[in-house]
């Protein structure tokens, strides 16, 4: 079935560094994508998306690209804040538009 | 603003007792919505989806008797987890899709907290 695989971390970076979260996936068809953040006391967070291969996604500085050649949707962003510490989650729309997660990752980031 | 609401946020209950979380689209109608489990640590894991005017459907290894699905209307879903168990304490999420049940993109309640003592 359908599956997705990202790091599982925590990744611990300093204000301003280079963020990376890799991401593949497994699926049938052509599946949408999706970045989802939880703050954290919060509720899941729509960050970005990409619905067709080559797509990216692009939000608050954070981007995704989908590669269907790689089957990779990883998330990078050029200079973390501290706002950004949050629970990062890679996601694809399923049979029935469920999304399917992976297990997410911890992101920590000091001043 | 939110637009999915969870009621409640937190609830502990007694071991043997039922317990009954409510999700609502605020400004839309979901024919369907969708239960998720989240365990610390650990991803979300779909429960069920609720569908207005039908039964639910469970996941795999989901018992459906014990985890009550009623969509009772184009707004509400509720879960009740009867004879709840300290295993049973977990985070619990709804979501629905925006557009009703075709479109890709999930609006997320904010969740509920169960724990059973």
């Known amino acids: 079935g359908d599956s997705v695989t990202q790091m599982e971390g925590p990744v611990t970076l300093s204000e301003e560094a280079f963020l990376t979260i890799n991401c593949t996936y497994t699926a049938t068809g052509y599946p949408s994508l999706f970045w989802y953040v939880q703050y954290p006391g919060e509720g899941l967070q729509l960050l970005l998306k990409?619905?067709?291969?080559?797509d990216k996604g692009s939000n608050k500085g954070f981007e995704a690209t989908y590669r269907k050649e790689t089957t990779s949707f990883h998330l990078e962003k050029g200079s973390v804040q501290v706002s950004d510490s949050a629970v990062y989650f890679c996601?694809?729309?399923?049979?029935?538009?469920?999304?399917?997660f992976g297990k997410g990752t911890t992101l920590s980031v000091s001043s | 603003g939110a637009v999915v609401s969870q009621h409640p946020s937190r609830v502990i209950c007694k071991s043997g007792t039922s317990v009954k979380i409510e999700c609502r689209s605020l400004d839309f109608q979901a024919t369907t919505m969708f239960w998720y489990r989240q365990f610390p640590k650990k991803s979300l894991m779909l429960m069920a989806t609720?569908?207005?005017?039908?039964?639910?459907?469970?996941e795999q290894g989901v018992e459906k008797d014990k985890f009550l699905i009623n969509h009772a209307s184009l707004t509400l879903s509720t879960l009740t987890v009867t004879s709840a168990h300290p295993e049973d304490s977990s985070f619990y999420i709804c979501?629905?899709?925006?557009?009703?049940?075709?479109?890709?993109?999930?609006?997320f309640g904010p969740g509920t907290r169960l724990t059973v003592t």
């Open positions: 990409a619905t067709k291969a080559d």
């Open positions: 979501s629905a899709p925006r557009g009703g049940s075709g479109g890709d993109e999930q609006y």
């Open positions: 996601a694809l729309s399923g049979a029935g538009t469920a999304l399917i």
């Open positions: 609720s569908n207005e005017g039908s039964k639910a459907t469970y």
